[in-house]
Structures are given as structure tokens and as C-alpha cells.
């Protein structure tokens, strides 16, 4: 089975710091995605990556960068961590590059808390 | 854009068959239709995927009109464990973005 792996499943943090989220998946797939999940608001897509080192904006990019320097690893990074990103991240990843009518496999989340 | 709209939420009761509808009025011709599950501090699951008319597997059945304009997710006989979020989710932004809907809460009682 695929399994997508986020670095920390419970995280809290000041506001102003900078924010790292780590996720590694071990299938080999070429595409990554962050997702943030919000009651009421289900999931929404914040970055993508089709290839390492390639990045795309998803629907809510602003406040957050990504990182893809190896294929396994896609990065989400707050420069500056502000309260109305405390929410829960999703990390997926999926094959068949540059198709997108794929299976996504999800890591179990982060829970993010900014105080 | 295209859109998917699911209803919030549904009650049903254990060995009953839930029916879930997906509106995507936007869907493109290239599309794939995917239902995911989703149980409380997981992530996602994927369940099913169709293009058109209906799909089987062991988990669920997914029919698709010839419009393709909606979808129906069927669960048969569910169960208490079947309580969860199911997301209809469809290509979306000229091909390059996974967009979620705001997902049906199922709950399941005895």
C-alpha cells in the first residue's frame, strides 16, 4: 500500500514563526498536493507539485510557499505564521504525471494550532 | 470553475441503502468522477471513480446520467463504521487542480 507520511500529527506555534510541514510518500509518485481543512469549508487545495522542483498554486496559496527538492518530499512552509492558519493539512500524492484523473493517497494530517 | 454541491449532511440507519448526489453542471469532457471517505483524523480514502453510466466495486456503486452533470454515490446496507464524510470530487480549473466539495456528513445509527 502507499503510504503518505506527515512529519507531525499535533503542532502548535507562535504567531510570526516560520512553519514547516513535512511530507514524504514511498511509491515513487510524481505528483504532491497540501490541502487545509476547515469545519464548514471541507478540503482546499493550497499548492500542488507535478515534478520536483515544480510548483503550482492551488485555490489559497497565499501565506504559504511549498518546497520539492526530491521526488518523495513536498514541503508546506508558513513564513510567518499567523492565527487563521490554524487548521488541519492534508498532504497527497498520486501517479500518472500529468494526468489528473488519478487516485489520491492522504497522509493523516497535521493539526496545526497558531497561538 | 467547475463546482460540485452535495448535500451537508444525512441520517439513515444500519442496513439501509444511502443514496448521496454530487451537482457538477461544469464537468469537462475529460473528467473522472471520484468519491472519497473520509473518518474523523484521518485523511481522505478513495472509494470509487467513474466516467459514465455506473461503476461496482466492493465498497459502493456509482451511477452517472448520460448528462454527467451529476453523480449518485450508493452505499448498500450500511453500517454503524460506514458513519463519515463522502467527498464528490471531479477535475476542476482547466485540468491541473483536485478540488474538493464540502462533503456529505453520513451518520449511521442502529
Not at chain 2, 472519497?36 to 471513480?49: A, D, E
Not at chain 2, 451511477?63 to 464524510?85: G, M, Y
Request: hydrophobic share 30%; glycine share 8%.
Amino acid at each position: 500500500d502507499v503510504k503518505v507520511t506527515q512529519s507531525s500529527r499535533y503542532l502548535v506555534k507562535r504567531t510570526g514563526e516560520k512553519v514547516f510541514l513535512e511530507c514524504v510518500q514511498d511509491m515513487d509518485h510524481e505528483n504532491m498536493f497540501w490541502y487545509r481543512q476547515d469545519p464548514g469549508l471541507g478540503l482546499r487545495l493550497i499548492y500542488f507539485s507535478y515534478d520536483v522542483k515544480m510548483k503550482e498554486k492551488g485555490d489559497i496559496p497565499e501565506g504559504y510557499s511549498v518546497s520539492r527538492e526530491k521526488k518523495e518530499r513536498f514541503s508546506l512552509i508558513l513564513e510567518s505564521a499567523s492565527t487563521n492558519q490554524t487548521s488541519m493539512y492534508l498532504c497527497a500524492s498520486s501517479s500518472l504525471p500529468g494526468q489528473f484523473n488519478e487516485k489520491l493517497f492522504f497522509g493523516s494530517g497535521t493539526q496545526l494550532s497558531v497561538l | 470553475l467547475a463546482k460540485t454541491t452535495q448535500p451537508i449532511s444525512m441520517d439513515s440507519y444500519e442496513g439501509q441503502e444511502v443514496n448521496i448526489t454530487c451537482s457538477h453542471n461544469n464537468i469537462a469532457t475529460n473528467d473522472y468522477i471520484t468519491w472519497y471517505q473520509q473518518f474523523p483524523s484521518q485523511g481522505p480514502r478513495f472509494i470509487i471513480q467513474g466516467y459514465k453510466t455506473k461503476v461496482t466495486n466492493e465498497v459502493a456503486s456509482l451511477f452517472i446520467p448520460a448528462d454527467r452533470k451529476s453523480s449518485t454515490l450508493s452505499l448498500p446496507r450500511v453500517s454503524l463504521s460506514d458513519t463519515a464524510v463522502y467527498y464528490c470530487l471531479v477535475l476542476t480549473g482547466g485540468g491541473n487542480k483536485l478540488t474538493f466539495g464540502t462533503g456529505t456528513q453520513l451518520k449511521v445509527e442502529l
